[in-house]
């Protein structure tokens, strides 16, 4: 989902980077000392996924677990995203420095939507609501990465809305996907540490 | 593991001072990124080109970089063509080819391998360690430049612990497919990932608060800037701005 180098035009990359250079200080300045290594753990935990390749069909897809770790983060996965994606770059030339604002962007902002509405619900005491949330909680995460994504193609020119739609389209199965692991997910960290989720 | 392939080496770049590298890196991506003229962009593709032979890389590992990049750029070259309004050079029943759409296609191409390459070549030849080190000394805030510390320590742990539990996984006979199955084993797993992490986090913190670490990283070695860096820098700065005059 990482949109590559060269591809965007220059009002997208402009105010991906300005509106994730906000959000990046806002959340360092409300972040303490003593959570950083709680954040770093999350942000290596989000780089780690994205080299777990799972099969789904004939071709197979790496994790991406926004929606988890924006419940588990809050506003912090502003940081926590932005430097497992600038690691991508450096170590493997996924992504890269010009796209790190809007990469960074299309990944956390969805991270805090669902930190926001899900927050409360996967913490209830009711077994089954909490799990229906964190379904819809990953699900949400990913189709709104992929619009995210999808408008930025869009904004940059008009000729790129049939990649738009490809892009969004191919990602209806991984939404799915992501629904179901953050369900066993969620219920695996309600049963063995409950704790993490500071229930 | 996850190795900085190409981290070690004795060229130029490899001894050239890492702040300079990152200046100059950011410098060129961004030019590169918004321009779009021919003239400058084959001219940043000339100096991308000349970086990295100048960094004495490993083609083959090169060139393996570069074709995970242009298998998205590919994809672009199949839809944009046929997008693109303009004047049509070819028509392909009722598809049309348009001059516009390769065009734009091309200049997609040339942006993209030429922001990489000066990537590989500059940044690449970095150890992580002393590109963080180097953000330090360019001001970044403190907290966001421990946390490029903590997380480059914690990737190769998580990783270790992801690899054991795969060893763990594949030792008891599971073989990965599309079920619901494959997708639950996967989520337990990334859920130990978390608890296990989760712990190391609480131990690590609590060892550094018992050696008196009150939220400031303090560094040893520092970067000497020789001459050679500054004029280093000053000439890559004018190629750079070269690039911008040519368009």
Redesign the interface.
């Known amino acids: 989902m990482h949109i590559?180098?060269?591809?965007?035009s220059?009002p997208v990359?402009v105010t991906g980077a300005g509106l994730t250079a906000t959000a990046?200080?806002y959340s360092?300045k409300k972040?303490e000392?003593?959570e950083?290594?709680?954040?770093?753990?999350?942000?290596?935990?989000f780089?780690?996924?994205s080299?777990?390749h799972?099969?789904?069909?004939p071709s197979s897809v790496h994790?991406i677990?926004n929606g988890?770790i924006g419940l588990l983060l809050g506003w912090s996965a502003f940081?926590?995203i932005l430097?497992?994606l600038?690691?991508q770059?450096?170590?493997?030339?996924?992504g890269?420095?010009?796209t790190l604002g809007v990469n960074t962007l299309n990944m956390a902002f969805p991270a805090i939507i669902c930190f926001y509405l899900f927050n409360r619900g996967v913490r209830s005491e009711n077994n089954f609501i909490a799990l229906t949330l964190a379904f819809v909680c990953g699900f949400l995460a990913v189709l709104l990465s992929g619009t995210m994504v999808a408008v930025a193609l869009v904004f940059t020119?008009e000729?790129?809305?049939?990649?738009a739609k490809?892009a969004l389209i191919a990602h209806l199965p991984v939404m799915i996907?992501e629904g179901?692991?953050?369900?066993?997910?969620i219920g695996?960290?309600r049963k063995?540490?409950p704790e993490?989720l500071e229930i | 593991m996850?190795k900085?392939k190409f981290s070690k080496g004795d060229s130029f770049f490899h001894k050239l001072d890492p702040r300079v590298k990152i200046v100059v890196?950011?410098l060129f991506?961004?030019i590169?990124?918004?321009s779009d003229k021919y003239t400058s962009l084959w001219g940043a593709l000339f100096l991308a080109v000349a970086a990295v032979i100048v960094a004495r890389l490993r083609t083959k590992e090169v060139i393996s970089?570069l074709l995970?990049?242009n298998s998205?750029?590919f994809?672009?070259w199949l839809?944009?063509p046929?997008?693109?309004?303009g004047e049509k050079v070819y028509t392909l029943g009722s598809l049309g080819i348009s001059q516009e759409?390769i065009k734009?296609a091309l200049?997609?191409?040339?942006?993209?391998?030429?922001?990489?390459l000066v990537?590989?070549a500059l940044?690449?030849t970095s150890s992580?360690f002393n590109?963080v080190h180097a953000l330090r000394h360019l001001h970044l805030?403190d907290?966001?430049v421990?946390?490029?510390?903590?997380?480059?320590?914690?990737?190769h742990?998580?990783?270790s612990e992801?690899i054991r539990l795969n060893n763990a996984l594949k030792i008891r006979g599971f073989k990965?497919?599309?079920n619901?199955h494959?997708?639950?084993t996967?989520?337990?797993?990334?859920?130990?990932?978390?608890?296990r992490?989760?712990d190391?986090?609480?131990r690590?913190?609590n060892a550094m608060l018992c050696r008196g670490f009150k939220?400031k990283f303090w560094t040893l070695n520092h970067f000497v800037s020789k001459k050679a860096d500054f004029a280093a820098g000053i000439v890559m700065i004018s190629c750079v701005m070269g690039l911008v005059l040519l368009s």
């Not at chain 1, 799972?54 to 069909?57: D, E, N, T």
């Not at chain 1, 000729?159 to 990649?163: G, H, L, M």
């Not at chain 2, 200049?107 to 990489?116: D, F, P, R, W």
């Not at chain 2, 996967?186 to 608890?195: K, S």
């Open positions: 590559s180098e060269g591809i965007l220059a990359l990046v200080g360092l972040m000392h003593k950083v290594p709680k954040v770093a753990i999350l942000s290596s935990v780089f780690v996924a080299l777990i799972v099969p789904l069909g994790l677990l988890i940081p926590a430097v497992a600038a690691f770059g450096v170590l493997f030339q996924i890269g420095i010009t020119g000729p790129f809305i049939q990649v490809l996907l179901a692991l953050t369900v066993f997910c695996f960290l063995v540490r993490i | 996850i900085e890196t950011l991506s961004v590169v990124a918004v970089r995970v990049v998205f750029i994809l672009l839809m944009l046929f997008t693109f309004q759409g734009y200049l997609i191409t040339i942006k993209s391998n030429s922001i990489i990537g590989i940044l690449s992580i590109l805030p907290k966001l421990q946390l490029f510390f903590f997380t480059y320590r914690y990737i742990t998580i990783h992801y990965p497919q599309t619901l494959t997708y639950k996967y989520a337990y797993l990334v859920g130990m990932m978390l608890v992490s989760y190391r986090s609480k690590v913190y939220g």
